[in-house]
């Protein structure tokens, strides 16, 4: 198209942006309140899976606050690692609202990991107890870290974190990094089940993959917990779903879309999303003792407001690289 051309932004380029998390975490509380006012317009998540250990994924919307629509396509696999990959990879096309033309091309690795750990924290500014001091960590990986940094960013008081990983190893690993970086007492646990034990919140980042045996039951869950799963239910064992007094989810119609390819079968109804509580049409917590499990399956307008403000910033720095349409 004469006369417009589109930022095409690596990974180095869109971290090198510096949008620390302390935005990202904005970002994503504008996405989730605009989507809970019904500003937005976002079909459920597109899911191909030629295995059980790979997926593929595409992700739209629109999003007029930000003045911008999406797509993202990423594929996830717990191979990858074995490649020294990141378990999800991926592109993100940027469409500016007003004229509906492409102006970006990003990797969208960096932006599907930082987004998905503010989405956690938001969630517990919102569902959690006020003051949060501890939490455990299930899976230390990249998204460990991340949320670390997120919950950090939110809750400044956090002091202590209880990690585990089936590799005993990484969880070791994350321990010493994550504790140095941000100067918090890190305790590795020899299993979730110690790891769960005495926290009032609980992050599940295992793999996705529908045959997963499920770890989390009933009997794990004490009063005033909240569960934030970035796994679907794959560490959630229906019995203790069942056993929450709430249920929120990021998008009700994309769970529902989800259970055709083998997750949520056994998940009883949803109370609501989390959106909505950040809009105030939905309440959260409303007793201390309420135990309440947010399933956070990644949503495309997250990705769209954190992708504007990378790219406002990319192009007030002059990152990327200008390609022809």
Not at 47 to 76: D, H, I, N
Not at 104 to 117: H, Y
Not at 183 to 191: D, I, T
Not at 269 to 286: F, K, L, Q, S, W
Request: aromatic share 6%; hydrophobic share 40%; glycine share 8%.
């Amino acid at each position: 198209m004469a006369g417009h051309d589109l930022r095409y932004l690596s990974r180095r380029d869109v971290e090198d942006v510096g949008l620390g998390m302390a935005a990202v975490v904005e970002a994503v509380e504008e996405a989730f309140r605009e989507k809970g006012l019904g500003r937005t317009i976002m079909p459920a998540k597109h899911w191909l899976a030629p295995s059980e250990r790979r997926f593929y994924s595409a992700m739209t919307s629109v999003v007029p606050s930000a003045r911008a629509a999406a797509c993202k396509w990423q594929s996830g696999s717990s191979d990858n690692a074995a490649r020294g990959l990141p378990y999800l990879t991926g592109l993100l096309i940027l469409n500016d609202a007003e004229t509906g033309l492409p102006i970006a091309v990003m990797d969208s690795t960096w932006i599907t990991a930082m987004r998905t750990a503010a989405a956690t924290a938001v969630t517990a500014r919102y569902l959690a107890a006020p003051t949060l001091e501890s939490f455990a960590m299930i899976g230390c990986g990249v998204q460990g870290r991340r949320h670390a940094e997120a919950l950090r960013t939110v809750f400044p008081g956090l002091r202590r974190i209880q990690a585990y990983d089936v590799q005993p190893e990484a969880a070791r690993r994350y321990a010493r990094e994550v504790s140095e970086r941000h100067g918090v007492e890190v305790h590795p646990c020899a299993s979730a089940r110690e790891a769960v034990r005495g926290v009032p919140l609980v992050v599940t980042g295992g793999p996705i993959e529908p045959a997963l045996p499920r770890t989390i039951d009933a009997d794990w869950l004490e009063p005033g917990l909240l569960g934030v799963a970035i796994d679907y239910d794959c560490y959630w064992r229906p019995a203790a779903l069942r056993a929450a007094d709430k249920l929120f989810t990021d998008d009700v119609p994309q769970l529902e879309h989800l259970r055709e390819d083998g997750y949520f079968r056994e998940t009883p109804a949803i109370t609501g999303e989390i959106g909505a509580v950040v809009a105030g049409r939905t309440p959260g917590r409303e007793r201390p003792d309420e135990i309440i499990v947010a399933m956070n399956l990644g949503i495309s307008v997250e990705d769209v407001t954190t992708a504007r403000r990378v790219y406002d910033l990319a192009v007030a720095r002059g990152l990327g690289t200008r390609l022809p349409l």
